[in-house]
């Protein structure tokens, strides 16, 4: 079994603040975990991914992640927010069991930021 | 490269109608996923298509909804009869590999 917690549904920041995204996960397996990034009337994007390489994974738009698995954890950061991030963000964890890998979404977290 | 492709992006019906909504899948991809994102609520799987053969379809939530993968390229999803909960936002996502999917913009379903 799996599953992904998202302990925020919605952050503001102001623009050129720090990101912090918290997501907490569970899974029988070593798990695979990604960020998907959703603006507003487009599909989901995906910004990065942790497949049992380095724990620290760098996205795309300036976007990283650490892989903590003492604490369950794959916080997405941001040195610097911009106004083109504000958008709906998800942590998706797939339990990475070798085969056929069904994912698992959070409910995701709405990131304003204010001019 | 195209991406994947939903249409319609929109569709209201009255509860008791049909919808089909349809995805076109990245060329080339065998792997094609439903999900599906009721308001406030998360995203939820539906099923998975490897070619034409439907490889889990254990989150399809009763027998008013059919998928189909004919020929192994575009998928349609048949709402029949529609129901109020079925609103949402109904994601496809096509795949070579399980583990990077890429997903379609949505068909927003509502149902009135």
């Known amino acids: 079994a799996q599953s992904v917690t998202q302990l925020d549904s919605h952050v503001s920041v102001s623009e050129g603040t720090p990101v912090l995204l918290r997501c907490n996960y569970s899974s029988s397996y070593s798990p695979s975990l990604f960020w998907y990034v959703q603006h507003p009337n487009k599909g989901l994007q995906l910004l990065l991914k942790y497949t049992s390489a380095a724990t620290l994974v760098k996205g795309i738009n300036g976007f990283e992640a650490e892989f903590k698995k003492s604490e369950t954890s794959f916080h997405l950061t941001k040195p610097s927010a911009h106004m083109s991030d504000a958008a709906e963000y998800f942590c998706v964890v797939s339990p990475n069991s070798g085969g056929y890998q069904k994912v698992t979404f959070g409910t995701g977290t709405k990131l304003q930021v204010i001019p | 490269e195209a991406g994947v492709t939903q249409f319609p992006s929109h569709s209201v019906i009255e509860k008791g109608q049909t919808v089909t909504l349809r995805c076109d899948p990245i060329s080339g991809h065998d792997n094609l996923y439903w999900y599906r994102r009721v308001m406030g609520k998360e995203i939820k799987f539906l099923l998975h298509?490897?070619?034409?053969?439907?490889?889990?379809e254990s989150g399809m939530p009763n027998n008013r909804f059919l998928a189909e993968r004919t020929g192994g390229t575009y998928s349609t999803l048949k709402v029949q009869p529609a129901e109020l909960e079925d609103s949402g936002v109904y994601f496809c996502?096509?795949?070579?590999?399980?583990?990077?999917?890429?997903f379609g913009p949505g068909t927003r379903l509502t149902v009135t």
């Open positions: 298509f490897v070619k034409e053969s439907k490889q889990d």
């Open positions: 996502a096509s795949s070579l590999t399980p583990l990077e999917q890429y």
